[in-house]
Each structure stands twice: as C-alpha cells, then as structure tokens.
C-alpha cells in the first residue's frame, strides 16, 4: 500500500471517529426509546394551571407529574422540598440527581392538559452542577424525545430555545448574558402559531419562529446532565 493512500485512510478514519463523537453527544445513536405519552384533555383559551407545591408532599414527586427522560443516563430525581427563599413558601420541586452524563436531560411533565397556544413560565434557582446548571421550560411536548425546550444555563451564561426531534436537541435562537446561581429567577415564554417569545425575568431575550410542532402537547420542567435545580409557581396559560 502506498503511503499516500495509508494516510488517506488515517485521515478518513480520524474524521469518522470525530464525527461519530460528535452525532453521539447529540443523541442521535442514542437507543433510549421514550415511552408513549397519556393522553391529556386539549385546554381552551383563558384555561390554566397553577403550581405553588405548597400542598404536596416532601419527599415525594409532586402530585399530577411524572418523570421522564430524553437521552443517555439515569433517570432524574425530582422530589418537593422546603426551601426558605422560595418565590411562594414553604415548597419547591427540585432535580437532585447529580449523574454527570452529558447528553442526559431529566424532565418533569404535567399530566394535567396540553397546550398549543400558551403562556407558560416558573421561578427558578440554580443550585449545583460541574458539567451544566441548568433550568428549562418544555412545551408542545408529544413525548420524551419530541418537544420545545428553552433554557438558561449559569455556567454558560446563556439562554436557549431548542427543538428536540426524536431525541436530538437542535438550538434555532438564543441569547447570551450572566445567567447567575443561588438566586430565583423567571422563565416565561409565549408561543402563539409557529412564533415563540422567551423573557428572562420579565425581559424579552429570544424572538423566532419555528414549524416543528403545531399541535398541542404538555408542558415541563428540564434539566441537564447533573444540574441541581430548583423550581417553583410554575404556571400555564391557554391562549
């Protein structure tokens, strides 16, 4: 074999290896298949849903959630707990799972109704986490692998608005500023057709618009790889 076509095939075979990392890293050779979805009744416009935790259990994932996953890893621990600063006393959920998996995104879905057109936002405050701390509001959810997702990320101080197609997340907006941790902080994002507005403690940071999803899914919590997070009041409007 010649030595220029030894190096070829070196060269090829370093490419396919640094692609292949790089696809795996976006979930996309991930073999986790999400479970599908309970159907949830449709909410009309004016309808919403409220969530302090003051009345859940500590301890216990709250009432009318479930826990899911999107990705590689262990499943999330979302548990509610008493947090003195909270937004609204005495409680909280949080994600204390501390697996730093890095393509491992734990959620928190509501059972409770679907949403097209929506207003939807929470209280957050970012606790821990070496590899990310994160916090993120997903919508038009069809299941794990399927949904809208914004986020804010205190390590990377950045605010971003992905879509995630069966199972790979792919940013379409975003915006860069200090996203800070151990304070509460607001997520609240409009979607109205394929046009979707996200504000940063009641600032508009992303505008875009996006044809992905256009029928109605559930809402959630998000968090990423071993990022302690802590939610509270998250809340959704029909619009």
Known sequence: MKTSELAFIVVAAVFLASMTLFVSREGRFSSYAAP????????????SLTYDLDNDNAG????????????QGSEGKWVVMTDTTASSKPNVVAQTSTDKTDYRFPLLISDEGSFKD????????????EVDRAAGLVFRLKDANNYYIVR???LEDNYRLYHVIKGSRRQFAGANFKVTSGEWHELRVECVGN??????????KIEATDDTFKDTGKVGLWTKADSVTYFDDLKVVAK
């Open 118 to 129: 929506l207003e939807l936002s929470v209280k957050f405050k970012a606790v821990a986490g």
């Open 36 to 47: 599908p979805e309970a159907s949830a009744a449709p909410q009309s416009s004016g309808q």
């Open 195 to 204: 046009k979707i507005i996200c504000y940063y403690d009641g600032a508009k």
């Open 60 to 71: 216990a994932i709250p009432a009318k959630f479930h826990g899911a996953r999107t990705g």
């Open 152 to 154: 804010a990320n205190a």
